[in-house]
């Protein structure tokens, strides 16, 4: 498809496991974005790429949250020893240019679940 | 704390009514957006303001930002049940890249 894919869909995990959620943008996308949707409430940003560069990671909540974007395309957001307060649904956004109002088309999500 | 601040949170309704959300904030934005989501799916963008006072029409929904644009509505007209779904207003511009969400309002309409 030519959207936004993220996976896995859902993920399970146990309190102080790691995990790793990936991101495929649109083709060619410049801006790639990460946000945290808790149960109820509107998505928060967490981390903005341009290209490889990560420009603006000050929405990450603690140091054990990381993401990547090594060659400019796919990103990995990871979760070291995940917390429950860390269950959500994490979406991943992409835009054609580093404008910021362009508009970001976003993928389905992963739903986070912390036992 | 959002700063984007939504209201109502909620709101149940018969088929054919009227409705009004609204998104206020304390700071302004060089642009708002407003976005409908579906339960296990992103946003998708239903429009952009971008100069203060401006009014945009999407079939049966309007969209208005405040002369100082630092807050918006969303008008929509006899509400159908597909209208169904999570309104969220987002700010661009305010800092950075990225999109300052609301708290989001629930929208059903009963048929």
């Known amino acids: 498809g030519a959207g936004v894919s993220q996976s896995p869909r859902y993920k399970v995990a146990k309190r102080g496991q790691d995990v790793a959620l990936r991101c495929d943008p649109i083709s060619g996308h410049v801006s790639l974005f990460w946000y945290q949707q808790a149960l109820g409430q509107g998505p928060e940003f967490l981390t903005y790429?341009?290209?490889?560069?990560?420009?603006?990671k000050s929405g990450l909540p603690s140091d054990r949250f990381f993401a990547e974007r090594p060659e400019g395309s796919v990103s990995t957001l990871k979760i070291q020893r995940t917390q429950q307060e860390d269950s959500a649904v994490y979406l991943c956004?992409?835009?054609?240019?580093?404008?910021?109002?362009?508009?970001?088309?976003f993928g389905p999500g992963t739903r986070l679940t912390v036992l | 704390t959002q700063l984007l601040e939504q209201s109502p949170q909620f709101l149940s309704i018969q088929e054919g009514e009227n409705l009004t959300v609204y998104c206020n904030s304390s700071?302004?934005?060089?642009?708002l957006q407003w976005y409908r989501q579906e339960p296990g799916e992103g946003p998708v963008l239903l429009v952009t303001?971008?100069?203060?006072?401006e009014v945009k029409k999407l079939k049966r929904l309007t969209f208005q930002f405040g002369d100082a644009r630092k807050d918006s509505s969303l008008h929509i007209t006899a509400a159908q049940p597909g209208d169904t779904g999570l309104y969220l207003c987002a700010g661009a511009g305010n800092a950075g890249n990225m999109l300052t969400f609301g708290g989001g309002t629930r929208l059903m309409v009963k048929p």
């Open positions: 700071s302004v934005f060089s642009s």
């Open positions: 790429f341009q290209n490889e560069a990560q420009l603006d």
């Open positions: 303001v971008v100069t203060g006072g």
């Open positions: 956004a992409s835009s054609s240019t580093g404008d910021p109002y362009n508009e970001q088309f």
